[in-house]
């Protein structure tokens, strides 16, 4: 299989009535995990970097994007690459040219007049490079600059408001926030899936579940058939990770030879992964 287009993988997955999962990247085991696990599950899969693991790598992103877009290359099934979560324009001016065929451009934390404002200028210039752009609109609980918590009022997307802002901004696929939250260590989010299938019936691109490691198995298939595309995972993968890597230290307290316990903690994704894309893919 080969790199393909992140709109390949998302319009198949729309016309067969499924999702595709997107897993942050952090690091290349993190790449080298994914892409294992999607092999395992024989799925596709998207590699997604975000503004914040680009800032982890001292804001340099092309280092951490051709490693994973080179692991993508040699994997068994397609895979795409995105960058996830930027708010800096200046980051997504360089996302063409360091291997992404796709962005996120978040501005879901900005009053919607701003909001739309500068996500329609996101996507004029993504649409110029030839990027395919996802956007936000309303509040996913557990970001740091989120008013307030996934369940207060007020904060989930509607979608009147969803239809219209989709239309002025001309963005290729919408975040919405129907109930999960970013950086949930317990699965125990529950959805709003009657939002999600209004939102479906008005919103005319695919929609994106962000905070989706605190969606358990049952509530994420039923947002599948409720009508997400994409769906967002990050948080299970370093759980899996940073777990097992305690475990391997607290096992052999005298190692200093950072390979075994990586790699233990690469297969522990591995298989997060696996499990994983046997929910949302099945």
Same mark, same amino acid.
């Given at each position: ?157 509607? *979608?009147?408001? !969803?239809?219209?802002?989709? @239309?002025? +901004?001309?963005?290729?696929? #919408?975040?919405? %926030? =129907?109930? &999960? ?78 390979? *075994?316990?990586? !790699?233990?903690?690469?297969? @522990?994704? +591995?298989?997060?992964?696996? #499990?994983?894309? %046997? =929910?949302? &893919?099945?």
């Amino acid at each position: 299989m080969s790199l393909v287009p992140t709109r390949e993988l998302v319009s198949k997955a729309a016309a067969g009535g499924r999702a595709v999962a997107a897993f942050n990247v952090i690091t290349l085991e993190h790449a080298e995990a994914v892409t294992a696990g999607a092999e395992a599950a024989g799925t596709p899969v998207i590699l997604q970097i975000s503004e914040n693991a680009v800032r982890f790598h001292g804001g340099r992103v092309e280092p951490i994007a051709r490693a994973a877009a080179e692991v993508g290359r040699g994997c068994g099934v397609d895979v795409a690459l995105h960058l996830d979560h930027v708010t800096d324009m200046r980051l997504l001016r360089t996302a063409a040219d360091a291997g992404f065929s796709s962005a996120m451009f978040d501005a879901g934390a900005q009053p919607y007049a701003e909001n739309l404002a500068a996500t329609r200028a996101a996507a004029q210039w993504a649409h110029g490079a030839g990027l395919w752009l996802e956007a936000e609109l309303g509040y996913v609980g557990g970001k740091p600059d989120a008013p307030a918590s996934a369940h207060a009022a007020g904060v989930r997307t509607d *979608p009147e408001e !969803a239809a219209r802002y989709v @239309a002025d +901004t001309g963005v290729d696929a #919408l975040a919405v %926030a =129907v109930g &999960s939250s970013h950086a949930m260590t317990e699965r125990s989010a529950s959805l709003d899936h009657a939002l999600i299938e209004r939102l479906r019936e008005a919103v005319p691109v695919p929609l994106v579940l962000h905070g989706s490691s605190g969606v358990g198995d049952e509530e994420l298939r039923r947002a599948v058939r409720a009508g997400i595309v994409k769906i967002n995972i990050g948080t299970a993968l370093n759980v899996a990770f940073t777990g097992t890597v305690r475990e391997a230290l607290a096992e052999r307290p005298d190692l200093t030879d950072p390979r *075994p316990y990586l !790699a233990r903690g690469r297969e @522990a994704i +591995t298989e997060a992964v696996r #499990l994983l894309l %046997a =929910v949302v &893919s099945g």
